[in-house]
DNA sequence: TTGTAGGCGTTATCAG
DNA sequence: CTGATAACGCCTACAA
């Protein structure tokens, strides 16, 4: 491969007269650039952004964290991560933790390896080691999804509990009582733990018992909202709605429930969390709380420049609340209470 | 930040030695290897992958370049390609082309610069100049999707004209004689090409007229599925059937034709490309012929592997056909002739 | 405006 | 088994 230095003996230059061309092209005579412009043509240079990295230490690169990128929801914030970080001329690095706290220690300890100049993490465990070794390094990151248990700490995110809240609300105002939740495990997501403690709040609110039999915590796939419907309909009194942490597992649900004959919304209602594309599309349209997760991936990739340019900025604009809303579609319906057979 | 010259003075070794505990920990000794562990512990270093990849010139890193990640056939194949990379130590950097040539070319570039050892591409024109300077570099790459007009090129898809030729063929045995495409803009996509000569042939085969008015070419986006529904129903003699050349158009026409009230399958029957997770629980669930993405991302990294390996392996073993599969669901119907008013 | 030379953090070769 | 040292390709004072 050729070099900046073959590149420099063709035209007759020394080094530093291509760099300037490469980096400062008005620090050097028309002439001169001409010259250096077509000998790199004619050696068919290609410039090496690691060398540049290791020179200037800054690699021009920044790294994502996130449990799965099939899920849309993150598919969503990525791109709003990639279309700022590269309006700044910056690429990403994208990595998976499936929602595996080890991976998710290991993935960023690699990434930083890589010299990622700073991150956008979404993890499991905000109040984890992974988020304090990188404050410890100061280590420019900004949170997403997960709000930080420490207060220095950049985020952007919805309030997952007031999201919880208003999703368990509607289906009391629909007259449900016995109202379930398909969480995502509670140790692989905190978003999934708040959003409970959402939903705990509502029914609290409500006057409505708390039932733990209620409430089944699972992993992210399809199959697994399937699973837990059959668990959940086995109970000796079952919910008449159900509240599920993510539109995935809600999905999930649904499938189960079409399989098991029951009827939606008639017979069961379902609300989902994070209102995918997807779900105003599939049958019924599903009710779920919006989270706007391109613009999320989009300021928190703002903020995460603001850190790089190290002036300083209040905290305070480093954490953002963005509203959740409430996309009601027909997957919700009241609940008629059934003539009770004697 | 430490380096390993800073664990080298602390541990009171060389740097080769440092470097060998990192890299070859079996040739050197237990006791200077615990030696270093605990000195770079102490000054917290953390290894330079930069660095590494400046001296050895391989950079543990691969680029993707998809056109969207919103969109799940292509999320699904970076999981693919992410999972094998990831097996072998490497990771990715992501980037979106939109399906713009210009855009696709330039990012290209990029990625050489940040010295990527290889590239899974999907591009939009297998006989443009991108791939052409690919080859010229004997850069390593794998494209996938669509299929290069070089012989010697890698690549792994699937079959996209017997794809469009599948669809179409079930549309024409469920008696539909007027059958509409939709297609992304065969400037944007090669593959959505392929895709209408498929259906060319079917009609063909089957002694029906083309009618161009009944193909629109559209840009990616559910809503322009919509657009192009409106413009198909205006016609003086609309469709029955319509073939589109991924699932977020067909979606998007799904959406289309409820909102003027036509019913699918009974009034109107639909089939997509892609069979997107996703397709399967809308409403109704969706047609499509199926893509195995994941193992197509997975298999295309597998081989750009052995591409950078340097064996040389017969080119045969690097041109994949996967199989597309025709999943049946309820949005197509056979079309009855209604009866013609006198 | 242009050139010289040292440095960025690793690896790898070659001695010891 | 360990150490010294020259690359790797670029950037950036500092000089000229």
């Known amino acids: 491969m050729a070099t900046i230095f073959d590149v420099a003996r063709r035209a007759d230059v020394s080094v530093a007269t291509v760099s300037r061309v490469i980096n400062h092209p008005g620090k050097v005579t028309e002439k001169t650039r001409q010259k250096v412009n077509t ?35 993150f598919s969503e914030s990525t791109r709003g991560i990639q279309d700022y970080a590269s309006e700044k001329g910056y690429h990403v690095i994208l ?25 956008v993490l979404t993890t499991n465990k905000p109040g984890g080691e992974v988020v304090h070794g990188l404050i410890k390094d100061e280590f420019p990151f900004v949170l997403i999804y997960s709000h930080p248990k420490h207060p220095g700490v950049a985020f952007v995110g919805v309030d997952n509990i007031q999201g919880g809240f208003r999703a368990t609300e509607l289906l009391i105002s629909l007259k449900h009582r016995r109202i379930g939740m398909i969480a995502l495990d509670f140790s692989l997501s905190d978003r999934s733990y708040q959003r409970w403690l959402g939903y705990r709040r509502s029914l609290k609110k409500n006057g409505l018992p708390y039932d733990p039999g209620l409430v089944v915590q699972t992993e992210y796939a399809f199959e697994k909202g399937e699973k837990a419907v059959e668990l959940l309909m086995g109970l000796p009194h079952p919910p008449t709605a159900i509240f599920c942490s993510n539109d995935i597992l809600a999905l999930g649900a649904m499938k189960g429930f079409k399989e098991i004959g029951k009827r939606i919304p008639e017979e069961i209602s379902i609300v989902g969390f994070d209102d995918i594309a997807f779900s105003k599309f599939v049958a019924p349209p599903l009710t779920s709380i919006h989270q706007p997760a391109y613009e999320m991936g989009w300021k928190a990739t703002e903020i995460l420049f603001e850190l790089l340019s190290k002036i300083p900025v209040q905290a305070s604009r480093h954490r953002i609340l963005l509203d959740t809303e409430l996309a009601v579609r027909q997957s919700c319906a009241p609940f008629f209470k059934k003539k009770v057979k004697n």
Request: proline fraction near 3%.
């Open 39 to 73: 000998a790199m043509e004619a050696c068919g240079y290609v410039y090496n952004a690691l060398a540049m990295g290791l020179s200037t230490k800054r690699s021009r690169t920044i790294g994502i964290v996130i449990p799965n990128i099939i899920n849309p929801i």
């Open 95 to 119: 990595v998976n933790t499936d929602y595996l706290y080890e991976k998710e220690k290991r993935l960023v300890n690699l990434l930083r390896e890589k010299q990622v100049e700073g991150l």
